[in-house]
Protein backbone atom coordinates (compact mmCIF):
# COMPACT_ATOMS: atom_id res chain seq x y z
CA UNK A 1 0.00 0.00 0.00
CA UNK A 2 3.41 2.35 0.61
CA UNK A 3 4.79 1.85 -2.59
CA UNK A 4 1.48 1.96 -4.33
CA UNK A 5 0.72 5.96 -2.49
CA UNK A 6 4.12 6.24 -3.11
CA UNK A 7 3.72 5.66 -6.91
CA UNK A 8 0.39 7.84 -7.10
CA UNK A 9 2.96 10.45 -5.72
CA UNK A 10 5.06 10.04 -7.80
CA UNK A 11 2.88 10.42 -10.84
CA UNK A 12 0.76 13.04 -9.38
CA UNK A 13 4.09 15.12 -9.07
CA UNK A 14 5.63 14.82 -12.29
CA UNK A 15 2.29 15.53 -14.36
CA UNK A 16 1.87 18.64 -12.09
CA UNK A 17 5.57 20.12 -12.99
CA UNK A 18 4.39 19.30 -16.26
CA UNK A 19 1.48 21.58 -16.10
CA UNK A 20 3.39 24.48 -14.48
CA UNK A 21 6.19 24.45 -17.09
CA UNK A 22 3.52 24.13 -19.74
CA UNK A 23 1.93 27.35 -18.48
CA UNK A 24 5.07 29.05 -19.15
CA UNK A 25 5.03 27.70 -23.12
CA UNK A 26 1.60 28.64 -23.32
CA UNK A 27 2.41 32.34 -21.93
CA UNK A 28 5.27 33.06 -23.84
CA UNK A 29 3.10 34.07 -27.05
CA UNK A 30 2.41 37.03 -24.48
CA UNK A 31 4.97 39.70 -25.91
CA UNK A 32 3.66 39.09 -29.42
CA UNK A 33 0.26 40.37 -28.73
CA UNK A 34 1.44 42.83 -26.44
CA UNK A 35 2.72 44.74 -29.49
CA UNK A 36 -0.40 43.81 -31.71
CA UNK A 37 -2.49 45.24 -29.18
CA UNK A 38 -0.13 48.15 -29.20
CA UNK A 39 -0.38 48.89 -32.95
CA UNK A 40 -3.87 47.39 -33.35
CA UNK A 41 -2.47 45.22 -35.77
CA UNK A 42 -1.18 41.61 -36.80
CA UNK A 43 1.74 43.21 -38.86
CA UNK A 44 3.66 40.29 -40.97
CA UNK A 45 2.82 37.75 -37.82
CA UNK A 46 1.26 34.53 -38.71
CA UNK A 47 -1.71 32.72 -36.76
CA UNK A 48 -1.33 29.29 -38.31
CA UNK A 49 0.83 28.44 -35.39
CA UNK A 50 -1.66 29.17 -32.81
CA UNK A 51 -4.47 26.79 -35.31
CA UNK A 52 -2.39 24.21 -35.32
CA UNK A 53 -1.21 24.86 -31.26
CA UNK A 54 -5.50 24.65 -30.91
CA UNK A 55 -5.83 21.16 -32.95
CA UNK A 56 -2.84 19.48 -31.05
CA UNK A 57 -4.28 20.99 -27.43
CA UNK A 58 -8.13 19.56 -28.56
CA UNK A 59 -6.64 15.58 -30.02
CA UNK A 60 -4.27 15.58 -26.34
CA UNK A 61 -6.90 17.02 -24.58
CA UNK A 62 -9.38 14.01 -25.63
CA UNK A 63 -6.87 11.66 -24.77
CA UNK A 64 -6.75 12.51 -21.48
CA UNK A 65 -10.28 12.47 -20.94
CA UNK A 66 -11.59 9.51 -18.88
CA UNK A 67 -13.55 7.62 -21.70
CA UNK A 68 -10.56 7.41 -23.58
CA UNK A 69 -7.42 6.74 -21.33
CA UNK A 70 -8.26 6.29 -17.45
CA UNK A 71 -6.12 7.77 -14.84
CA UNK A 72 -4.25 10.62 -17.51
CA UNK A 73 -6.47 13.50 -15.99
CA UNK A 74 -3.36 15.74 -15.47
CA UNK A 75 -2.95 15.39 -19.60
CA UNK A 76 -6.63 16.80 -20.34
CA UNK A 77 -5.71 19.68 -17.36
CA UNK A 78 -2.80 20.48 -19.05
CA UNK A 79 -4.46 20.72 -22.65
CA UNK A 80 -7.10 22.21 -21.46
CA UNK A 81 -5.59 25.39 -20.26
CA UNK A 82 -3.55 25.68 -23.40
CA UNK A 83 -6.79 25.28 -25.66
CA UNK A 84 -7.97 28.23 -23.41
CA UNK A 85 -5.03 30.20 -24.65
CA UNK A 86 -4.58 29.19 -28.18
CA UNK A 87 -8.34 30.45 -28.26
CA UNK A 88 -7.61 33.72 -26.71
CA UNK A 89 -4.70 34.37 -28.94
CA UNK A 90 -6.55 33.40 -32.34
CA UNK A 91 -9.35 35.79 -30.90
CA UNK A 92 -6.48 38.60 -31.08
CA UNK A 93 -5.27 37.31 -34.54
CA UNK A 94 -8.85 37.91 -35.89
CA UNK A 95 -9.77 41.13 -34.76
CA UNK A 96 -6.54 42.92 -35.26
CA UNK A 97 -6.05 40.94 -38.82
CA UNK A 98 -5.34 43.97 -41.69
CA UNK A 99 -8.09 42.47 -43.95
CA UNK A 100 -11.17 41.18 -44.32
CA UNK A 101 -9.37 38.30 -46.35
CA UNK A 102 -7.27 37.09 -43.14
CA UNK A 103 -9.92 37.29 -41.43
CA UNK A 104 -11.75 34.69 -43.91
CA UNK A 105 -8.66 32.22 -43.67
CA UNK A 106 -8.55 32.18 -39.95
CA UNK A 107 -12.17 31.45 -40.16
CA UNK A 108 -12.08 28.96 -42.72
CA UNK A 109 -8.64 26.93 -41.09
CA UNK A 110 -10.72 27.51 -37.69
CA UNK A 111 -13.92 25.36 -38.67
CA UNK A 112 -11.73 22.63 -40.77
CA UNK A 113 -9.42 22.12 -37.45
CA UNK A 114 -12.76 22.14 -35.40
CA UNK A 115 -14.25 19.15 -38.03
CA UNK A 116 -11.46 17.29 -38.08
CA UNK A 117 -11.44 17.34 -34.39
CA UNK A 118 -14.96 16.38 -34.67
CA UNK A 119 -13.87 13.27 -37.22
CA UNK A 120 -11.68 12.22 -34.62
CA UNK A 121 -13.46 12.33 -31.77
CA UNK A 122 -16.88 11.00 -33.15
CA UNK A 123 -15.03 7.96 -34.71
CA UNK A 124 -12.81 7.35 -31.77
CA UNK A 125 -16.30 6.85 -29.63
CA UNK A 126 -18.21 5.45 -32.51
CA UNK A 127 -15.53 2.29 -34.10
CA UNK A 128 -14.01 1.77 -31.16
CA UNK A 129 -14.17 0.02 -27.77
CA UNK A 130 -12.55 1.45 -25.08
CA UNK A 131 -9.19 -0.25 -25.14
CA UNK A 132 -8.81 0.23 -29.33
CA UNK A 133 -9.89 3.83 -28.70
CA UNK A 134 -7.43 4.50 -26.39
CA UNK A 135 -4.52 3.60 -29.24
CA UNK A 136 -6.18 5.27 -31.76
CA UNK A 137 -6.32 8.44 -30.16
CA UNK A 138 -3.04 7.55 -28.57
CA UNK A 139 -1.76 7.45 -32.04
CA UNK A 140 -3.12 10.31 -33.50
CA UNK A 141 -2.79 12.85 -30.19
CA UNK A 142 1.18 11.17 -30.42
CA UNK A 143 1.77 12.17 -34.07
CA UNK A 144 0.26 15.62 -33.62
CA UNK A 145 3.09 16.01 -30.37
CA UNK A 146 5.73 15.38 -32.76
CA UNK A 147 4.80 17.65 -35.55
CA UNK A 148 4.60 20.19 -32.60
CA UNK A 149 8.19 19.36 -31.43
CA UNK A 150 9.49 19.31 -34.76
CA UNK A 151 8.13 22.78 -36.00
CA UNK A 152 11.51 24.94 -33.92
CA UNK A 153 13.79 22.58 -36.16
CA UNK A 154 13.25 26.10 -38.65
CA UNK A 155 14.17 28.51 -35.75
CA UNK A 156 17.23 26.04 -35.26
CA UNK A 157 18.17 26.13 -39.01
CA UNK A 158 18.02 29.96 -38.55
CA UNK A 159 19.88 30.18 -35.50
CA UNK A 160 22.65 28.19 -37.21
CA UNK A 161 23.24 30.06 -40.50
CA UNK A 162 22.89 33.27 -39.01
CA UNK A 163 25.29 32.42 -35.39
CA UNK A 164 22.41 34.84 -33.44
CA UNK A 165 20.07 33.14 -31.02
CA UNK A 166 17.46 36.09 -31.12
CA UNK A 167 14.96 34.19 -32.43
CA UNK A 168 15.09 31.49 -30.23
CA UNK A 169 14.45 32.77 -26.70
CA UNK A 170 16.24 31.05 -23.44
CA UNK A 171 13.27 30.68 -21.18
CA UNK A 172 11.42 29.37 -23.90
CA UNK A 173 13.67 26.65 -24.56
CA UNK A 174 14.27 26.05 -21.36
CA UNK A 175 10.36 25.15 -20.56
CA UNK A 176 10.28 23.47 -23.50
CA UNK A 177 12.94 21.09 -22.20
CA UNK A 178 11.64 20.79 -18.60
CA UNK A 179 7.27 20.47 -19.98
CA UNK A 180 8.84 17.63 -21.70
CA UNK A 181 11.31 16.05 -19.16
CA UNK A 182 8.47 16.16 -17.36
CA UNK A 183 5.76 14.71 -18.89
CA UNK A 184 8.33 11.76 -20.21
CA UNK A 185 9.02 10.75 -16.43
CA UNK A 186 5.04 10.55 -16.13
CA UNK A 187 4.32 8.93 -19.46
CA UNK A 188 7.21 6.44 -18.20
CA UNK A 189 5.88 5.90 -14.82
CA UNK A 190 2.40 5.23 -15.93
CA UNK A 191 3.94 3.08 -18.59
CA UNK A 192 2.01 4.95 -21.66
CA UNK A 193 4.04 4.86 -25.11
CA UNK A 194 2.17 7.23 -26.33
CA UNK A 195 2.74 9.91 -23.80
CA UNK A 196 6.51 9.28 -23.19
CA UNK A 197 7.63 8.84 -26.70
CA UNK A 198 6.91 12.17 -28.15
CA UNK A 199 8.03 13.88 -25.18
CA UNK A 200 11.31 12.15 -24.99
CA UNK A 201 11.50 13.62 -28.36
CA UNK A 202 10.90 17.13 -27.22
CA UNK A 203 13.80 16.32 -24.41
CA UNK A 204 16.02 16.02 -26.89
CA UNK A 205 14.80 18.96 -28.99
CA UNK A 206 14.94 21.35 -25.66
CA UNK A 207 18.08 20.22 -25.18
CA UNK A 208 19.66 20.81 -28.53
CA UNK A 209 18.16 24.29 -28.31
CA UNK A 210 20.22 24.52 -25.14
CA UNK A 211 23.39 23.39 -26.71
CA UNK A 212 22.78 25.87 -29.55
CA UNK A 213 21.72 28.69 -27.30
CA UNK A 214 24.76 28.19 -25.65
CA UNK A 215 26.83 27.62 -28.48
CA UNK A 216 26.18 30.65 -30.46
CA UNK A 217 25.32 32.98 -27.67
CA UNK A 218 29.09 33.65 -26.88
CA UNK A 219 29.57 34.32 -30.74
CA UNK A 220 26.56 36.92 -30.76
CA UNK A 221 27.47 38.32 -27.56
CA UNK A 222 31.29 38.96 -28.97
CA UNK A 223 29.63 40.86 -32.60
CA UNK A 224 27.03 42.84 -30.35
CA UNK A 225 27.90 43.19 -26.78
CA UNK A 226 24.88 45.25 -25.86
CA UNK A 227 22.65 41.98 -26.82
CA UNK A 228 21.16 40.58 -23.78
CA UNK A 229 22.28 37.02 -23.00
CA UNK A 230 18.52 35.79 -22.04
CA UNK A 231 16.17 35.79 -25.07
Not at 83 to 103: E, G, H, P, V, W
Not at 112 to 135: E, I, K, P, W
Not at 167 to 176: C, G, I, K, N, V
Not at 193 to 208: D, M
Amino acid sequence: MDSLSLYEISCFAAGFAGNLFAFALFLSPVPTFKRILKAKSTEQFDGLPYLLSLLNCFICLWYGLPWVSDGRLLVATVNGTGAAFQLAYISLFFIYADSRKTRLKITGLLVLLVCGFAFVAFSSLTCFDQRMRQQFVGVVSMVSLISMFASPLAVMGVVIRTECVEFMPFYLSLSTLLMSASFAIYGFLLRDFFIYLPNGLGVVLGATQLGLYAYYSRKWRGKDSSAPLLG
